[in-house]
């Protein structure tokens, strides 16, 4: 069973459309995240949410916006979008927000803006 | 604000050569370090991880140590297969950090050949 999924795999768009990526995870997690890979491979947080709340939000345009309609799914909306937006998205769980809670990964959703 | 600096690669090695691949931090605190990997196509997976100084984390063959002197958590393998072949990942996570954010180093791609 995947413990984080993600959909698309694969999103090709035009510049200026709004898509949106999905995210689940079925290991009753209570705290999710998003994180964004660019070209480069370098890693970064965007977002997180504990129990549908936002916890961390780390000056991402407001052109994205995650919405976590419960625990188990954390989505994220991106309008407007721009050629710098393409990156591979990562979504993440992990128990809660202790430092011994392990983070999982999904497997990614590659953005390709045109 | 706190940071994680890794050896920039490619790294390029023949089967059952050493590897070391260096990973030095800058925080505030006192970290946990991780070391995630990921192979091509796939998300991250955790790897190893130590919470306090002098740890030694190790997983697959793999080991790290936390050295506070010297701020670093350089990870090792003493005989590496082609399975191997990934980008590793090494970030840090402060005890009290809001969120349990994971900052992440900018990776190291290894490739080995048979």
């Known amino acids: 069973d995947t413990a984080v999924s993600q959909t698309p795999k694969y999103l090709v768009t035009q510049m200026g459309n709004d898509k949106s990526i999905k995210c689940e995870q079925n290991?009753?997690?209570?705290?999710m995240y998003w994180y964004k890979q660019d070209s480069k491979k370098f890693l970064k947080i965007m977002f997180s949410y504990n129990n549908k709340e936002l916890i961390i939000n780390e000056t991402v345009p407001n052109r994205f916006s995650p919405k976590s309609p419960d625990k188990a799914h954390l989505n994220l909306h991106i309008n407007s979008l721009e050629l710098g937006d393409s990156a591979v998205y990562f979504c993440?769980?992990?128990?809660?927000?202790?430092?011994?809670?392990?983070?999982?990964f999904g497997p990614g959703t590659r953005l390709t803006v045109l | 604000g706190d940071s994680v600096t890794q050896m920039e690669g490619p790294v390029t090695l023949s089967e059952e050569a050493f590897l070391t691949i260096n990973c030095t931090y800058t925080?505030?605190?006192?970290?946990?370090l991780f070391w995630y990997v990921q192979y091509p196509g796939e998300g991250l997976q955790l790897l190893l991880k130590?919470?306090?100084?002098?740890d030694k984390g190790s997983n697959k063959g793999f080991e790290a140590t936390y050295r506070k002197e010297t701020t670093s958590f350089h990870l090792e393998k003493g005989s590496v297969q082609v399975s191997d072949s990934a980008v590793y990942f090494c970030?840090?996570?402060?005890?009290?950090?809001?969120?349990?954010?994971?900052?992440f180093g900018g990776g190291t791609r290894v490739l080995v050949k048979p």
């Open positions: 130590a919470t306090k100084a002098d």
């Open positions: 290991l009753g997690h209570d705290t």
């Open positions: 970030a840090l996570r402060m005890i009290k950090a809001a969120g349990n954010k994971l900052t």
């Open positions: 925080a505030t605190g006192y970290p946990s």
């Open positions: 993440a769980s992990s128990q809660g927000v202790q430092s011994t809670d392990t983070q999982y």
